[in-house]
């Protein structure tokens, strides 16, 4: 049974079947979602330099190691911001710098074993958050959520203008 929408979020969905009103609601939710996100990282601002930073370590971790101009492609992320965080990381010894077997002259990011254990960390809180937001959905319930939110985010990643490899990497799972 789906948990009920609460009285103060958008109308419920229109009658089966009637798409143009589902994408509706869910244009409607999209940046409702965006800002209840945007409200969590402000409510975590003492660190969220640090936890801006510790984000790039999931793809780090997940694709191996990266030069940082890709890594910045790989997220959308402005490169300047980026080098900033990459140099948060080195200097809290969670990323070290590796010299790049096909081009000397560059680099690539490896994450530390530093790195792998603030990773650690960073799921578990946020795994134990969403357990807590979560606490009343059956199994079912958060494996749906989380199928049709992996299809929503493939969609979404496959919309936007950027290389096309970038669409095909492997989804996120962290």
Known sequence: MPTPRPASGPPGPGPAGDRPSELR????????????????????A???RDRAALVL?????????LRQGAL??????DP?????????????????RVADETDGRASRLVVTEAGHAA???????????LGRVT??????ELAT?????????????????TDPAAAQLPRETS
């Open 25 to 44: 609601t869910l244009g409607e939710q999209l940046p409702r979602f965006m800002r209840l996100v945007h409200a969590l990282k402000s409510s975590q």
């Open 46 to 48: 003492a660190e969220s």
């Open 57 to 65: 370590l999931f793809p780090l971790a997940r694709l191996g190691p």
């Open 72 to 77: 910045a492609d790989l997220v959308h992320a």
């Open 80 to 96: 300047s911001t980026v080098s900033r965080h990459v140099a948060t990381l080195i200097e809290r010894g969670l990323v070290q």
């Open 119 to 129: 990773l650690d960390q960073v799921r578990a809180e946020r795994e134990a958050h």
């Open 135 to 140: 606490a009343d959905w059956t199994t079912e």
């Open 145 to 161: 959520l989380t199928t049709l939110f992996g299809r929503l985010l493939d969609g979404v990643a496959a919309s936007l203008p």
